[in-house]
């Protein structure tokens, strides 16, 4: 782009979704191992404004050690005739869009969870301060979006002053989604798509509904229709909801359109309330997932900040794997924690009903959107660090996903005692009938519920027993 010509590495649509590996990085900024991260926007009088200012508050991007991760805060200050309040988190949302521009630039997530990486090539370059980032920033949020008339950008590394500014944005991200709460979903006719994540999930569309925020946790429907309105053309764009083919699982004529069209064909119906069948896609900026444990046939939830293994053992990156990309992946879901304090959220699953596990962090944040009668019997990593430690949790408290268990074993026990008579042998008559039937294969449990097997043979061995003919 000819208004890049001053910046030393190329600026571009071209670059988004590049990805940055840890060996291939100058600096890390915020990210899993930062606590002091935020990205902020705000509209101010046009008095306030500096327009084009740049600051930094802090050690510049040449001060910071080669290989190092440090706490980072964005700061975009913006005024405008027609620009208020309710459109800060449009401008705050494009801050991700517009660096990833950038050449050797890697911008994932949002709000408290952004994660940063510069890349040595594009540091060598003379990509090695602020300057030159804020400078794309403030002239892509001027063309970009003519609504704002002026802006000022400031870039924090120092760890003082970011605890200072911590709360205030956390208020600020708190507000907007207060304000976007009470809406339901019943009362509009008109969803609405988010596609900024499509460099990195090509097949990934985000619905965002007024009780569903978008994976990210940037982006209410008021944000939506904001977006929309002020930039026909950009990344969020309408959805007519359509008609209404299945109330419980919340699907929609129009999303599947919508769906279809923007994934190419990839993906052809969402369910906006389930984790299952067909889930709502997942990019990769998703603040939380939530994962279904067959063993205890309930839901669980890990975020992107939690530390260490949850209670199945694995950590969040490799359950984030599972979900990303832009697939639906039967029982994992990436969602916002917002999405947690709708009455939406995964309501066809029986909604807090079927969560048997959360972060302690994540339940503070959400305990007063949890059933008063449920809030002690969801287990936190405090509670249970496995599932051994889970179940027995859930029998103590009486967990609504006991009398699951119940209902089950009766057909789950019949289904240990196969029976196989002469007369079905060789006629393809049913040789197993079971309400549940468990099948261990690879590491997972297959659970085949009211399943009728036909074979001419059945043989049941162990894997010891097959190694043991071969050798």
């Known amino acids: ?210 009780q569903r925020y978008s994976n990210c946790g940037a982006i209410s429907w008021f944000d939506g229709k904001a977006s929309a309105s002020i930039d026909p053309k950009g990344p969020v764009f309408a959805i007519p909801r359509g008609q209404m083919i299945n109330a419980e699982k919340g699907e929609f004529t129009g999303v599947n359109e919508a769906a279809k069209k923007r994934s190419m064909g990839e993906v052809n119906q969402v369910w906006l309330y389930t984790a299952f069948d067909h889930p709502h896609t997942s990019c990769g900026c998703f603040e939380a997932v939530t994962f279904y444990i067959p063993e205890v046939d309930g839901l669980a939830v890990v975020h992107r900040s939690f530390k260490g293994a949850t209670v199945n053992g694995l950590p969040f990156s490799t359950i984030a794997d599972s979900a990303a990309g832009g697939r639906q992946i039967d029982g994992f879901h990436g969602m916002s924690i917002e999405y947690m304090r709708s009455k939406k959220f995964f309501a066809a699953d029986g909604g807090w009903n079927r969560v048997v596990w959360v972060p302690k962090e994540v339940k503070e944040r959400v305990k007063d959107f949890i059933p008063a009668d449920l809030v002690d019997k969801v287990a936190t990593e405090e509670d249970a660090k496995s599932i051994d430690e889970l179940k027995a949790f859930l029998k103590v408290k009486n967990h609504p996903v006991v009398a699951r268990w119940t209902a089950e074993e009766a057909p789950a026990t019949e289904a240990t005692a196969l029976q196989v008579s002469e007369e079905a042998a060789g006629t393809m008559m049913p040789v197993a009938t079971a309400g549940t039937l468990p099948i261990m294969a690879g590491g997972f449990r297959i659970i085949l519920k009211d399943a009728k097997i036909y074979a001419n043979k059945v043989i049941i061995q162990t894997v010891k027993d097959d190694k043991q003919e071969k050798r």
């Not at 890390?28 to 046009?46: D, I, Y």
């Not at 459109?87 to 408290?112: P, S």
């Not at 300057?131 to 400031?154: D, H, S």
């Open 1 to 210: 782009m000819s208004m890049f010509k001053d910046i030393p590495v190329e600026v571009g649509v071209i670059y988004e979704g590049e990805r940055i590996r840890r060996n291939d990085m100058q600096v890390e900024l915020g990210g899993p191992t930062v606590k002091q991260k935020f990205e902020l926007a705000k509209v101010k009088p046009m008095n306030e404004i500096d327009d084009g200012k740049i600051t930094i508050i802090g050690p510049d991007l040449k001060d910071l050690k080669e290989g190092g991760a440090y706490p980072f805060g964005i700061l975009v200050e913006a005024a405008g005739e027609k620009l208020d309040a309710g459109l800060e988190g449009v401008i705050e949302r494009r801050i991700h869009g517009y660096l990833n521009y950038i050449e050797g630039f890697m911008h994932l997530n949002q709000r408290y969870d952004i994660w940063i990486r510069i890349g040595k090539k594009s540091f060598s370059k003379g990509l090695n301060s602020f300057e030159p980032i804020g400078k794309v920033l403030y002239r892509l949020f001027k063309t970009e979006l003519p609504i704002i008339e002026k802006a000022q950008i400031t870039f924090i590394t120092d760890v003082a002053k970011l605890d200072e500014m911590y709360p205030d944005a956390v208020q600020a991200y708190e507000s907007r989604d207060a304000k976007a709460r009470g809406l339901k979903d019943e009362d509009v006719d008109t969803f609405y798509g988010c596609a900024l994540c499509q460099s990195f999930a090509p097949s990934h569309v985000c619905v965002i509904t007024p």
